[in-house]
């Protein structure tokens, strides 16, 4: 095996496990650590197929804020106690999940897709290209997307304001 | 070497994960979480697929899926907050003043 | 390729072992420092055979020592696991972020030509950010898994703060990205050893003589970039006048209150090689990094005609010497600032850091691209 098969088998096993970490353990607190877990291990990855401008954007804006927004959240309301298990409950999403992946995982698997990544310059997911092709191409979305958060942090405060 | 389908199918996995977290979990936060973890799942297939493509659209699309996923977090988190103050539990079978 | 390895773990190792020593010293400084302030004596009990060296001997033997002994106490209720993490991820981030910060320009041995930074990304800035932006789970996770009031306190407060700060921080940047129109640090600090009269626009000429001596230091193009960062890159690293998630007259310790020995050092470790690291930073995006004014890669080039010429060894050795001059500098800076003023209360530290610094670097950043504009 070489080094770049090896380093995807062990991401996406430890992708794996972090994930499932993440809907299974009962303490809200250590849910989180797990999706932090997951979303770096994801950040490696994107590094490993080119893009570490996005890898730098997953740690920033997953991993460095939304996560410790809801870090914050959960300290916040505190809600303590764990959560309670029902196992017949769980067993039944549990197998409407795995009935999810026995479609989609034999889709990808067998259709016709490019086994070998295209030859990448060395601007290939740089910042510079990145940013030609949203500033050229996606300026509109782009400022829909300011737009959209301009909204999220108004509603977010009407929202979480406490009424008088 | 690594093909495109290994991608697609861990995401593929990723993603069935993310949904047995939405439909057991009996915490919101837990089910935002989990939604965050399907985006995520999706936000790979589109950098695997730029990669495996040689184009930057996919590089660009995960951009905006990121500002969408920021401002979902902190509306449902804002959501989650205002809920709590009414009926002090985070949980999603206790809401259900709506049904007959 | 083995000397190529060899060469990157001998700079990576390098840089860690001055950041933790610096960060060791600055305990020293601290103590001895405030004392100073404070017309004190300062730490001088421990001694060895009498030599207390200047109170060397305590800050750095008698203190580790006995940090090191003390019982490792995790609270009964609390989370054992998360624990013992969290003060591993308050250090981790502090030393990890030195990688990108050049310490010299390269340095030229037989053929090999090497470049005095642990790793050269194109992101440069942006990891910096990344990092910055991890280290806020130390303190959340450490407050809590102590399943304590005051160290829950502590955190929900530390976690605002940061995340507050990380915006004004991130912004007040955007204006020297702006002007040297890279990301990575190492072309950021050789950009800043020209010299502000080869930026002149045409319809300023008329000041060149007075101020077009003075190299392109980030300083000079962006003065207000500069104070707003320190503000924010102080608030970062939770000290006074920001140490609200520690806060000893209202929170015991804050979100450390649960911690002890070992890893109560490595919080403070972490919270000196912050510093460091935030004076690192402001030497190489505001001070010219590793630049002396006027010495160029073969010698000195004075902007009134004298040249002189040096060897090239001599001439790294000088820009590593004023880069940890620089660096060692604003540590001090942000120890003088310690022992100066007293702690904001909590909603000026969010009206501070929303109110004025968010809206002062929006305006810096416009006002930057105007002037990039105007000037072309």
């Known amino acids: 095996m070489d080094t770049a098969s090896f380093i995807f088998y062990l991401l996406a096993t430890l992708l794996v496990i972090a994930s499932l970490l993440v809907v299974f353990l009962r303490n809200v607190v250590h849910c989180a650590m797990a999706l932090v877990t997951a979303l770096l291990l994801i950040a490696v990855m994107f590094v490993t197929l080119h893009a570490p401008m996005l890898c730098v954007l997953q740690v920033m804006v997953y991993a460095g804020a939304i996560m410790v927004l809801f870090l914050f959240v959960i300290m916040f309301l505190n809600p303590g106690a764990l959560e309670q298990q029902r196992g017949l409950w769980w067993g039944f999403g549990t197998l409407l999940a795995m009935m999810l992946a026995g479609v989609l995982v034999p889709l990808v698997a067998t259709s016709d897709l490019p086994a070998d990544p295209v030859a990448a310059t060395e601007l290939f997911g740089s910042p510079e290209m990145l940013a030609k092709s949203l500033f050229s191409d996606y300026v509109l979305p782009f400022e829909i997307a300011s737009v959209l958060l301009l909204v999220a942090i108004i509603g977010a405060v009407v929202l979480a304001k406490r009424e008088n | 070497m690594i093909a495109l389908h290994n991608y697609l199918i861990l995401s593929a996995v990723i993603f069935s994960i993310g949904v047995i977290g939405v439909l057991i979990r009996r915490n919101l936060i837990v089910v935002l979480m989990s939604i965050e973890l399907m985006l995520n799942a999706v936000n790979l297939t589109f950098i695997a697929f730029s990669r495996y493509l040689g184009s930057t659209d996919g590089q660009v699309i995960v951009f905006f899926v990121m500002a969408v996923a920021a401002a979902e977090a902190v509306i449902g988190l804002a959501i989650i907050i205002s809920v709590y103050r009414h009926r002090q539990s985070l949980d999603p079978q206790e809401m259900q003043l709506l049904k007959w | ?376």
């Open chain 3, 1 to 376: 390729m083995i000397v190529d390895l060899a060469i990157i773990t001998l700079k990576a190792v390098l840089v860690v072992a001055m950041v933790l020593n610096l960060a060791g010293v600055l305990g020293w400084i601290e103590r001895k420092g405030s004392a100073l302030i404070q017309d004190r004596i300062g730490a001088n009990r421990a001694s060895i055979f009498g030599f207390a060296g200047l109170g060397l001997v305590n800050t750095l033997i008698a203190d580790p020592l006995k940090f090191l002994t003390k019982e490792d106490f995790i609270p009964p209720k609390g989370d054992r696991f998360l624990h013992t993490l969290a003060p591993c991820m308050a250090l981790f981030p502090a030393l990890v972020t030195f990688a990108v910060i050049p310490f010299g320009d390269v340095l030229n041995f037989g053929e090999r030509v090497i470049n005095l930074q642990v790793a050269s990304l194109n992101i440069g800035i942006l990891y910096v950010f990344a990092m910055g932006s991890l280290g806020v789970y130390g303190i959340v996770i450490g407050a809590w898994a102590s399943n304590n009031k005051f160290s829950m306190l502590g955190g929900v407060r530390g976690s605002a703060q940061m995340i507050s700060y990380e915006v004004a921080m991130g912004l007040s940047v955007i204006g020297i990205l702006m002007v040297y129109g890279t990301l990575e640090l190492q072309d950021i600090a050789r950009d800043q050893g020209t010299l502000i009269r080869d930026l002149m626009p045409s319809w300023l000429s008329f000041l060149t003589p007075i101020v077009g001596w003075l190299p392109a230091w980030g300083i000079f193009l962006q003065p207000v970039a500069f104070i707003l960062f320190f503000t924010a890159a102080v608030a970062e690293t939770k000290r006074i006048p920001f140490d609200l998630p520690e806060g000893e007259s209202e929170l015991v310790a804050g979100y450390h209150v649960e911690y002890s020995g070992g890893k109560f050092l490595m919080f403070f470790a972490g919270e000196f090689a912050e510093i460091v690291t935030a004076a690192g930073l402001v030497t190489t995006l505001f001070f010219g990094g590793w630049q002396v004014p006027y010495l160029m890669r073969d010698g000195f080039h004075f902007p009134w005609g004298g040249t002189l010429l040096l060897p090239h060894l001599l001439i790294v050795l000088m820009q590593v010497t004023a880069f940890t001059v620089k660096v060692v500098f604003f540590c001090w800076v942000q120890i003088l600032l310690r022992w100066s003023v007293p702690r904001f209360r909590y909603d000026q530290v969010m009206r501070l850091g929303w109110k004025m610094l968010l809206p002062l670097a929006l305006l810096n950043v416009a006002v930057t691209a105007i002037w990039i504009i105007a000037a072309q």
